[in-house]
């Protein structure tokens, strides 16, 4: 039988080669993910301005619900890289299988939080009633959906961490595809189509997850990917939940931390009107897609980082870390110069709104200080998070979010002539600091020493 590419032994080999082979395939995956929302900000902005704000805001919460559940599947990558580099696929199997358990009971309490408190949750960041109206239907859809968004993230990480990233890009690409197809024909009532407008859009998502999620699961269960999920001697084993838990929460905290604070902002941002409002969440979305390259390096390094750990090759780990950052990094200064220029064509790709082009150009610019640093903080943090060492993760984030973002988010604004742009000055500094200390913290090489 031919062997498969994701057959290979990932602790082995050049470092360069393999880092590379993981993660061109996870970069496509993710930014078709991230594709989703911003495909829903392409069509939903030509409804008018309080859609689009409505979206984005309603958007960066659902974003954050994802982050919480990634965060709980980051002991579930963790755990079955380390299985898979020490060569124990049962184990791994056990784990694949309560994180199915994980997924089930999480995505029913966001259901049902998005059912009933949907309107409640975004009226608290004191928005326009028409953003709230707008925003609440595609909220309440998504989570409502969430059971398609949590099967499909289960199967994506288990084949992840077990070294497969080809077969989850060709499930991304596929449905993808199918929320690119669907997506304007339900906002718009193109076709045989009813005219849904918002909530269109999110029915686009939750539609095209749903076939993501099966052709993950089967996948899975019929051995077309290196490791076969079955179900054969299940039992609810609660140590091993437990310890994917006590993996996951810090890291969920950390995925909160990213998208918490952008909300809260909100409520600095909405002072300076509905326009404001929506170039902040334009901007939100913008980089989310720009993060996906860094996102892709970081959890390739940190599947390799977790089975080199497995395999005892503590060396390997760390040189991954720092070949993925220096690869980011390189490319995104080529990309800043990019968007210094052209700023403002890549904002009318969203909208056409003079005032919003105008807000949302500036700050496009202005986090460029924060982009070059995205290997720093982004790769690194994943990498270390890819061998279950979540918790300085956490609390570099939660420092840098709480004591230098939010306090400079509301001080420039007020008491200097930076007007609005100061939060985003508040984001890219914040961002600068937690690059230094995740430096050097990655530099002790105390994350090799975790034990899980």
């Not at 900000?41 to 979206?55: H, Q, S, T």
């Not at 954050?64 to 380390?82: C, D, E, H, K, Q």
Request: aromatic share 12%; hydrophobic share 55%; charged share 10%.
């Amino acid at each position: 039988m031919k062997r498969q590419s994701y057959d290979r032994n990932w602790t082995e080999g050049s470092v360069i080669r393999n880092l590379l082979s993981l993660s061109w395939p996870i970069a496509i995956g993710q930014t078709l993910t991230v594709l989703g929302p911003t495909i829903d900000m392409i069509w939903v902005g030509k409804l008018g301005a309080a859609p689009i704000a409505g979206v984005g805001v309603s958007g960066m919460v659902v974003m954050a619900v994802n982050s919480i559940m990634m965060g709980l599947y980051t002991g579930l990558r963790a755990m079955i890289a380390r299985y898979i580099g020490s060569g124990d696929t049962d184990g791994a199997n056990n784990i694949g299988q309560q994180a199915l358990v994980i997924g089930t009971v999480f995505s029913i309490i966001m259901a049902a939080i998005g059912i009933f408190l949907a309107e409640p949750l975004l009226s608290v960041f004191g928005v326009e009633p028409d953003v709230v109206t707008e925003g609440a239907a595609y909220m309440r859809i998504q989570l409502a959906g969430s059971i398609t968004m949590a099967a499909a993230m289960v199967s994506q990480s288990v084949m992840q961490a077990s070294g497969d990233t080809i077969t989850p890009m060709r499930i991304s690409i596929f449905f993808r595809l199918l929320h690119v197809v669907i997506c304007p024909l339900l906002v718009f009532g193109i076709w045989i189509f009813p005219e849904m407008g918002v909530s269109g859009a999110a029915w686009a998502n939750v539609i095209s997850q749903f076939f993501g999620a099966i052709f993950g699961i089967w996948y899975l269960f019929t051995g077309r990917t290196r490791l076969k999920l079955t179900l054969s001697n299940f039992r609810l084993d609660k140590d091993i939940i437990w310890r994917m838990t006590k993996i996951g929460i810090p890291a969920s905290i950390t995925g909160v931390q990213r998208f918490l604070p952008y909300l809260i902002l909100v409520w600095f941002v909405s002072p300076f009107g509905t326009a404001a409002v929506g170039a902040h969440s334009l901007m939100q979305r913008i980089d989310t897609f720009i993060r996906m390259p860094a996102g892709s390096l970081g959890n390739a390094a940190g599947v390799l980082a977790g089975q080199n750990l497995g395999a005892g090759k503590p060396d390997r780990a760390e040189k991954g870390g720092w070949i993925a950052v220096a690869l980011f990094s390189g490319v995104m200064a080529i990309c800043c110069i990019f968007i210094w220029f052209f700023a403002d064509n890549i904002v009318k790709i969203f909208s056409t709104d003079a005032e919003l082009v105008d807000i949302a150009s500036t700050f496009f610019r202005i986090q460029i200080v924060g982009y070059l640093v995205f290997g720093l903080t982004i790769v690194i943090s994943l990498c270390v998070e890819g061998v279950g060492d979540t918790m300085v993760t956490m609390i570099v984030t939660l420092l840098t979010m709480w004591i230098i973002q939010i306090p400079l988010a509301w001080f420039l604004p007020k008491y200097t002539s930076l007007g609005v742009n100061g939060i985003q000055w508040a984001i890219a500094l914040a961002l600068v600091a937690r690059a230094l200390m995740f430096a050097t913290y990655f530099k002790t090489r105390r994350w090799t020493r975790k034990v899980i």
